[in-house]
């Protein structure tokens, strides 16, 4: 699948990405990872994999996350030899390794996508110096307004901003890639919130290691 048949990233939030049956092992992934996903797999010829996407709004309802993984890899044991879970935990509590391990299924290492973005080792030691951070990534600076302005409500009551992020310090923006306009709209995300501004350059972290070693 090339970057032209990328849905758009609101159908990645609300529906996810079907599977092209074209690669033997399936990648079950984020919806805010396909773009990342699909790059990697371009710029490494990595055409054993293939990638299915659950919808991105998953991470607004983390209860739902270990089902939908375990139901798409029911749907499709038949179609691929083996499967990769392209999650960390992602606020399951440790319930998607679970089953991941009772499936037999490998899964990304990591708490979440902004740990494995920067390299996990990394930023298990900044993190310990970086609790008052919000983070956003590439697809969270272009989904700013679905998935922290609108859930949070301050789209319709913008004085609930000190609120949510009184405890917070900066922003820092986790770039996947050099885009001088995604920099702009991240650094005008951490002046709504009321943050100062990092921008990291992470590119694909321990994503990219991950995937090569399939």
Known sequence: MSDSNL?????????????????????????????????????????????????????????????????????????????????????????????????????????????FFQGNESFAKASEDEITTFYLTDFLVRQFEAFIIKPMGLDRHPELRDMYFGNYEKLVYQAQTDDPALTQKARDCAARLGLTFERRFTGYGDLQTALRDL
């Open 7 to 115: 849905p758009d990233d609101r159908t990645l939030t609300q529906e996810g990405l079907a599977p092209t049956r074209a690669g033997r092992i399936l990648l079950i992934a984020c919806g805010a990872l396909a773009r990342e996903i699909l790059d990697l797999k371009a710029a490494n010829g990595w055409t054993h994999l293939d990638l299915t996407c659950l919808p991105a709004k998953y991470h607004l309802y983390p209860e739902k996350i270990t089902q939908a993984v375990r139901d798409t890899v029911a749907k499709h044991r038949a179609d691929y030899d083996d499967f990769f879970v392209v999650y960390a935990d992602c606020g399951t509590g440790g319930g998607l390794e679970r089953a991941c391990e009772e499936m037999g299924v490998q899964m990304v290492a990591g708490p979440h996508c902004y740990s």
